[in-house]
C-alpha cells in the first residue's frame, strides 16, 4: 500500500528536522514510484546511490534522478487510466528556472511530483489492495 503525501507535512518536517525528513521522503518516494510503475521493468536508483552519485557528479546527477521520478509517473499514467499532464522536462524547469525566484521552482516541483504520486497512489490502492 502506498501512503498518501503531503507538501505542507514536507515542508513541515524538513523544518522542524533540520532538513533530515527530506532523505527519508525522496528514500520512500523513490521506493513507491518503484512499487507503483513496475510494469515499465525500469528501476529507479533509492535516493542514497542518487545521493552518492550527485556528490561524485558535482550535483549533476539528482536533476537526473528528479527527471527520471516524473518521466516513470508520466508514462506509466496510463496504467492506472490516469492523465498526468507534467513530465520531466516540466519538472526539472520549475526546479531549474523557477529556482531562480527565491527557490519558489523547487517547492512547485515537489508539489506536482507529489500531486501525481498521490493520484496514482489512489489508482494502484484501490486496483491492489481494494482500498
Known amino acids: 500500500m502506498v ?3 503531503s507538501i505542507v507535512k514536507f515542508l513541515i518536517y524538513n523544518f522542524l528536522t533540520l532538513g533530515l525528513y527530506s532523505i527519508y521522503f525522496w528514500y520512500t518516494f523513490g521506493r513507491d514510484v ?3 510503475c513496475f510494469v515499465d521493468g525500469k528501476y529507479t536508483r533509492n535516493f542514497f ?3 552518492l552519485l550527485t556528490m561524485l557528479t558535482f550535483g549533476i546527477y539528482i536533476w537526473i534522478w528528479y527527471y527520471n521520478l516524473a518521466e ?8 492506472y487510466n490516469l492523465r498526468i499532464k507534467e513530465d520531466g522536462g ?3 524547469l520549475w526546479m531549474l528556472i523557477g529556482g531562480l525566484f527565491f527557490g519558489i521552482g523547487y517547492f512547485i ?10 493520484d496514482m497512489a ?4 484501490y ?4 482500498f
Request: net charge positive.
Open 122 to 125: 489512489e489508482e494502484y490502492n
Open 34 to 36: 518503484n512499487r507503483m
Open 72 to 79: 516513470r509517473l508520466y508514462k506509466n499514467a496510463d496504467e
Open 109 to 118: 516541483a515537489v508539489n506536482i511530483l507529489i500531486n501525481n504520486l498521490n
Open 3 to 5: 501512503k498518501k503525501r
Open 49 to 51: 546511490m542518487a545521493s
Open 90 to 92: 516540466i519538472i526539472l
Open 127 to 130: 486496483t491492489y489492495y481494494n
